[in-house]
C-alpha cells in the first residue's frame, strides 16, 4: 500500500521550533517531488515548501522564507520539514504530499499520493 505518514507536530511556544517527517512507503519515492501544506482552521490549504525528488530544486512560501528548510533522506524514504521561529499565524495542520514542479508553479496533481496530516499549534 502507498502511505505517507506526517509527524512531529505538536504544541510549541511563539519563537520556537518544530521538525515534521514525512515517511514514506509502497511507491519509489526517490522519483518524487514531495511538498508540504498546511491548512488552518477556516482557511483553504496552502503549500509552504517543496523538494524534487534528488534535492536540487526547493522552494518555499514567501512567509516561510529563512525559517523553514526542507531537506530529503532518499535512503531512508523520508522528507522533513524544519520550522524554525515560529509564529501563531503558523498554526495549522500540516500535510505531505507527492507533488509536480514546473517553472514557477508547483503542486499536487490529481493522482498525488498524501498524508494525514500532523497537528501543529503554536502558542504561549
Known amino acids: 500500500d502507498v502511505q505517507l505518514q506526517a509527524s512531529g507536530g505538536g504544541l510549541v511556544q511563539p519563537g520556537g521550533s518544530l521538525r515534521l517527517s514525512c515517511a514514506a512507503s509502497g511507491f519509489r519515492f526517490d522519483d518524487y517531488a514531495i511538498g508540504w501544506f498546511r491548512q488552518a482552521p477556516g482557511k483553504e490549504r496552502e503549500g509552504v515548501s517543496c523538494?524534487?525528488?534528488?534535492?536540487?530544486?526547493?522552494y518555499y512560501v514567501d512567509d516561510v522564507k529563512g525559517r523553514f528548510t526542507i531537506s530529503r533522506d532518499n535512503a531512508k524514504n523520508t522528507v522533513y520539514l524544519q520550522m524554525n521561529s515560529l509564529k501563531p499565524e503558523d498554526t495549522a495542520v500540516y500535510y505531505c504530499a507527492t507533488v509536480f514542479i514546473a517553472t514557477l508553479v508547483w503542486g499536487p496533481p490529481a493522482n498525488a499520493y498524501w498524508g494525514q496530516g500532523t497537528l501543529v499549534t503554536v502558542s504561549s
Open positions: 523538494i524534487s525528488s534528488s534535492g536540487g530544486s526547493i
